[in-house]
């Protein structure tokens, strides 16, 4: 089953209404940070202690996770919360959808979009790293900001926040002359 941008986007806009309604706006990547965090206190469990004087209980030689009154050190030492949980549902629900797609009308599934094999080729490992490299760039960039484009752009905008809009016209304004200048159209 193939999703158009219309049902796609209806999808994403009820989800993100939902969490926001429900639970509470959505935004990933400081999670990644958590994770990063959950790798460095494993290696050295002196990174996040417990702490009955800091806000959260918790706290860090980490500067960043030490913020907030030890917020994110209290992630780090408790990660399956809510942000957490969704990010990894993230991941394991893009293999779902991957494993049950199903076939294109030629009868097979379709790994690497027309528009990127003329410029770059058929080969899926290089579409992997591209990718890839892609995705750490927009991490980097998301963490540099202070938040990625579910958090600022998504759930800004929902919940009618100024700089959500901001952002997204920014997004937009580097994303379009971006992809005009890589796939040379």
Not at 56 to 81: D, E, I, M, Q, T
Not at 137 to 154: D, E, N, P, Q, Y
Request: aromatic share 12%.
């Amino acid at each position: 089953m193939y999703w158009n941008w219309f049902k796609g986007g209806s999808a994403l806009g009820i989800a993100f209404l939902l969490a926001v309604v429900l639970v509470k706006p959505i935004g990933v990547s400081t999670q990644f940070v958590i994770l990063d965090g959950i790798i460095g206190d494993t290696l050295d469990n002196t990174l996040v202690v417990e702490d009955k004087t800091a806000k959260k209980g918790y706290s860090s030689s980490n500067a960043y996770l030490n913020k907030s009154g030890g917020k994110y050190a209290k992630s780090v030492a408790h990660p399956l919360n809510y942000s957490f949980v969704f990010v990894l549902s993230m991941v394991f629900g893009g293999l779902l959808g991957k494993i049950f797609q199903g076939e294109s009308s030629s009868g097979k599934v379709k790994q690497i979009p027309e528009v990127h094999q003329r410029r770059f080729g058929n080969n899926p490992v290089m579409r992997g790293l591209i990718t890839f490299a892609g995705g750490f760039i927009v991490l980097f960039g998301a963490r540099l900001a202070g938040g990625c484009t579910s958090g600022h752009m998504m759930s800004g905008m929902m919940q009618t926040s100024i700089s959500g809009y901001l952002f997204a016209l920014a997004a937009f304004a580097v994303a379009v002359p971006t992809a005009i200048i890589i796939y040379k159209k």
